[in-house]
Nanobody, 122 residues
Framework: QVQLVESGGGLVQPGGSLSLSCAVS????????IAWFRQAPGKEREGVAV????????YYGDSMRGRSTISRDTAKNTVYLHLTTLEPEDTGVYYC???????????????WGQGTQVTVSP
């Protein structure tokens, strides 16, 4: 059974940093790309970053390019998302998702975590 579990969200001040984790079970990071998405209240889910399986290529969405870094630890089957210079507009639920193809289109993904809340506020 595929399971993705996000953690690391919380309250952070503007300009601060946060590291999120996505613990994956039931599939191999050597075959599946893992992506991070976020969704603010009343807005559509948008892609933040994705890492491909075989060649470790990383792709970033426009909204957080330059302020986010995706990485992984295959030994721990965990993917990370490091966020910096956070702004109130970055507030939302951050999700990780798995698919055979590395894409930032959320409709392509069927396996999702439950999400972790990130709130950026003074």
């Amino acid at each position: 059974q595929v399971q993705l579990v996000e953690s690391g969200g919380g309250l952070v001040q503007p300009g601060g940093s946060l590291s999120l984790s996505c613990a994956v079970s039931g599939l191999s990071l050597a075959r599946y790309a893992i992506a991070w998405f976020r969704q603010a209240p009343g807005k559509e889910r948008e892609g933040v970053a994705v890492m491909s399986a075989r060649d470790n290529n990383k792709y970033y969405g426009d909204s957080m390019r330059g302020r986010s870094t995706i990485s992984r630890d295959t030994a721990k089957n965990t993917v990370y998302l490091h966020l910096t210079t956070l702004e109130p507009e970055d507030t939302g639920v951050y999700y990780c998702a798995a698919d055979l193809v590395a894409t930032l289109f959320f409709t392509a993904y069927e396996s999702w975590g439950q999400g972790t809340q990130v709130t950026v506020s003074p």
